[in-house]
Nanobody, 122 residues
Framework: QVQLVESGGGLVQSGGSLRLSCAAS????????MGWYRQAPGKQRELVAF???????NYVDSVKGRFFISRDNAKNTVYLQMISLKPEDTAVYSC????????????????WGQGTQVTVSS
């Protein structure tokens, strides 16, 4: 069992930055791939970025060059650094523990945090 707790969301102006954190419980964190998802009102949940257990990263096209995922296994934490934020980035962001296939396909397990709200004003 893995428990995930996100933090770092908030209100920021367009062009601003935020860093989200997701702290995980347990000793198996380093074996999981970790993903960040977001869900905007009226839209489906979207995988934004993921990082494999050996630090390979992958991003959805809309955030490439603006979002950066990283992990610190000593702290059982995964981060999402977001820069040049846009109003369309407004959503609830959630982290997930999962696995990957060939480091290119992310497959979520049913381990989710409660989410953190990111609001970008224009």
């Amino acid at each position: 069992q893995v428990q995930l707790v996100e933090s770092g969301g908030g209100l920021v102006q367009s062009g601003g930055s935020l860093r989200l954190s997701c702290a995980a419980s347990g000793s198996a964190f380093r074996f999981f791939a970790m993903g960040w998802y977001r869900q905007a009102p009226g839209k489906q949940r979207e995988l934004v970025a993921f990082i494999t257990s050996d630090d390979n990263t992958n991003y959805v096209d809309s955030v490439k060059g603006r979002f950066f995922i990283s992990r610190d296994n000593a702290k059982n934490t995964v981060y999402l650094q977001m820069i040049s934020l846009k109003p369309e980035d407004t959503a609830v962001y959630s982290c997930n523990a999962g696995r990957t296939e060939y480091s290119v396909t992310y497959i979520p397990y049913d381990y989710w945090g409660q989410g953190t709200q990111v609001t970008v004003s224009s």
